[in-house]
């Protein structure tokens, strides 16, 4: 965490001093050459017209330069040196400045252009230097000086002031970046708390969640995430109980059974028989419920073989073979409608157990004398499958909970008649690993009624 709000904090200062350094340079570097333009073209103008006015003297003295100067009324600069056409001054006021323009001034007599403008000192110095040239060639130079401290210090203040903000908003933004950070660890420590709450257990908890932003959006995930992990460990308890209990049931009357015939002696042959055969019967029981779990554990493992063409039609007709003789015991009448060329991509095992599933719960929770009728009809798109019986039906507030793990309408019921409650989630687990549906209504005047649908294939799936 200490790494991330360093990382967080140092990137809001690189940023804020990169800003602050744009902030500093750019505006100030501006305004200098903005006044290096206007100085340049302030100086070149007036040496332009001076020049101009002495290029019309027969020769450059100081009398005739004078009287110029005095008709211009060239003033305001800081020193003014007019040459002749041997770079010697003619005129110079301000002679105790030095020779230091000197070098510019011979660079005008040779017909040479020189300005300089430079900001240092708190102050602009700026100086041109240019010929004077007539037709019949040049007769001598002009040299203009300035030195200007008002524009410098209105820009120095400018640079003070910027600076001064320049303070305020590093500090506010140091003292903002500082709380944006700890708003940020605190709602993420918030977050890890939380994960580490329901790692240890406690599926129950919620974390609140405020705002509209990404971390609020991840703060909604995880909830939901864990209403998920809540719903899968409720499914989890529940499953291992009603396993157990499965499994503990017949065993204990396995166990039962087992003891009556060892702790008594002289038990009559026709009464061992019996329970040997009820040991059996529990033993099919018990065998029958132990495949369910592991057809089921194997689907929750994605572990699918692949699909193949499956003839709907000879399916149903195998299992009503095997389901017969239980019709027959129940005096259940079977009614058939199967239409040919009802084929679909999955396995011939999964077909049968949800055929034989639905027509052996139609048969087993049926009145006496009742019937089933099945149904298989295709079209261009889906081959459907319906699968109705006049049984007791299922209430429509159970109809939701149908097709959970071990659940029964009644309980008593579905165990009398050897159901585990595993039968239709089977069912439904391999309906819709096949990319089908499964829905199940109330079949007119009693009765329930079970569609299955599945996507009709083409003849380039089935090889056909």
């Given at each position: 965490?200490?790494?991330?709000?360093?990382?967080?904090?140092?990137?809001?200062?690189?940023?804020l001093?990169l800003?602050?350094?744009?902030?500093?340079?750019?505006?100030?570097?501006?305004?200098?050459?903005?006044?290096?333009?206007?100085?340049?073209?302030?100086?070149?103008?007036?040496?332009?017209?001076?020049?101009s006015?002495?290029?019309?003297?027969?020769?450059?003295?100081?009398?005739?330069?004078?009287?110029?100067?005095?008709?211009?009324?060239?003033?305001?600069?800081?020193?003014?040196?007019?040459?002749?056409?041997?770079?010697?001054?003619v005129?110079?006021?301000?002679?105790?400045?030095?020779?230091?323009?000197?070098?510019?001034?011979?660079?005008?007599?040779?017909?040479?252009?020189?300005?300089?403008?430079?900001f240092?000192?708190?102050?602009?110095?700026?100086?041109?230097?240019?010929?004077?040239?007539?037709?019949?060639?040049?007769?001598?130079?002009?040299?203009?000086?300035?030195?200007?401290?008002?524009?410098?210090?209105?820009?120095?203040?400018?640079?003070?002031?910027?600076l001064?903000?320049?303070?305020?908003?590093?500090?506010?933004?140091?003292?903002?970046?500082?709380?944006?950070?700890?708003?940020?660890?605190?709602r993420?420590?918030e977050?890890?708390?939380?994960?580490?709450?329901?790692?240890?257990?406690?599926?129950?908890?919620?974390?609140?969640?405020?705002?509209?932003?990404?971390?609020?959006?991840?703060?909604?995930?995880?909830?939901?995430?864990?209403?998920?992990?809540?719903?899968?460990?409720?499914?989890?308890?529940?499953?291992?109980s009603?396993?157990?209990?499965?499994?503990?049931?017949?065993?204990?009357?396995?166990?039962l059974?087992?003891?009556?015939?060892?702790?008594?002696?002289?038990?009559?042959?026709?009464?061992?028989?019996e329970?040997?055969?009820?040991?059996?019967?529990?033993?099919?029981?018990?065998?029958?419920?132990?495949?369910?779990?592991?057809?089921?554990?194997?689907?929750?493992?994605?572990?699918?073989?692949?699909?193949?063409?499956v003839?709907?039609?000879?399916?149903?007709?195998?299992?009503?073979?095997?389901?017969?003789?239980?019709?027959?015991e129940?005096?259940?009448?079977?009614?058939?409608?199967?239409?040919?060329?009802?084929?679909?991509?999955?396995?011939?095992?999964?077909?049968?157990?949800?055929?034989f599933?639905?027509?052996?719960?139609?048969?087993k929770?049926?009145?006496?004398?009742?019937?089933?009728?099945?149904d298989?009809a295709?079209?261009?798109?889906?081959?459907?499958?319906s699968?109705?019986?006049?049984?007791?039906?299922?209430?429509?507030?159970?109809?939701?909970?149908?097709?959970?793990?071990?659940?029964?309408?009644?309980?008593?019921?579905?165990?009398?008649?050897?159901?585990?409650?595993?039968?239709?989630?089977?069912v439904?687990?391999?309906?819709?690993?096949?990319?089908?549906?499964?829905?199940?209504?109330?079949?007119?005047?009693?009765?329930?009624?079970?569609t299955?649908?599945?996507?009709?294939?083409?003849?380039?799936?089935?090889?056909?």
């Amino acid at each position: 965490m200490k790494s991330i709000r360093f990382k967080i904090f140092a990137f809001m200062a690189v940023l804020l001093v990169l800003l602050l350094v744009m902030l500093n340079t750019l505006p100030m570097s501006s305004s200098r050459d903005l006044v290096f333009e206007e100085k340049h073209s302030s100086l070149s103008g007036r040496a332009a017209i001076l020049a101009s006015s002495l290029s019309g003297l027969e020769r450059i003295t100081e009398e005739s330069a004078g009287e110029v100067l005095g008709l211009l009324d060239v003033d305001g600069y800081d020193r003014i040196v007019i040459t002749d056409e041997a770079g010697k001054p003619v005129y110079d006021s301000a002679p105790a400045a030095g020779t230091e323009a000197m070098g510019d001034v011979l660079s005008a007599v040779t017909g040479k252009t020189v300005f300089r403008s430079s900001f240092k000192d708190g102050a602009f110095t700026s100086s041109f230097a240019m010929p004077v040239a007539t037709s019949a060639g040049l007769m001598g130079a002009v040299y203009l000086y300035e030195h200007d401290s008002e524009r410098a210090e209105i820009i120095l203040d400018i640079q003070s002031r910027i600076l001064t903000v320049s303070v305020v908003i590093g500090f506010a933004a140091i003292v903002l970046s500082v709380l944006f950070s700890e708003v940020l660890m605190h709602r993420l420590k918030e977050l890890v708390s939380s994960m580490r709450i329901v790692a240890g257990g406690d599926y129950k908890y919620r974390l609140s969640v405020h705002g509209q932003d990404e971390l609020s959006e991840l703060g909604e995930e995880f909830n939901a995430l864990t209403a998920r992990l809540e719903d899968t460990e409720t499914q989890r308890r529940r499953f291992v109980s009603d396993a157990s209990h499965e499994l503990k049931t017949p065993l204990a009357s396995i166990r039962l059974l087992a003891d009556s015939l060892l702790q008594n002696d002289g038990v009559p042959m026709d009464t061992v028989k019996e329970f040997v055969s009820d040991i059996g019967h529990e033993a099919e029981r018990l065998q029958r419920t132990t495949e369910k779990l592991l057809d089921l554990s194997r689907r929750d493992d994605g572990v699918l073989v692949a699909p193949e063409p499956v003839d709907v039609k000879q399916v149903t007709i195998d299992a009503l073979a095997l389901l017969k003789p239980l019709a027959d015991e129940k005096k259940v009448r079977i009614r058939c409608s199967l239409e040919d060329g009802s084929v679909i991509m999955a396995t011939t095992d999964d077909m049968f157990h949800i055929v034989f599933n639905l027509m052996e719960n139609a048969v087993k929770y049926n009145v006496e004398g009742g019937s089933v009728n099945i149904d298989l009809a295709s079209d261009d798109e889906t081959v459907n499958l319906s699968v109705a019986d006049t049984g007791i039906g299922i209430p429509e507030e159970d109809r939701l909970n149908i097709f959970s793990r071990f659940y029964r309408v009644d309980k008593a019921r579905s165990r009398e008649a050897g159901g585990s409650g595993l039968g239709l989630s089977i069912v439904h687990d391999a309906v819709i690993a096949h990319k089908g549906s499964i829905t199940v209504g109330q079949n007119k005047p009693q009765g329930s009624v079970f569609t299955v649908s599945f996507p009709r294939p083409t003849s380039e799936e089935t090889g056909i």
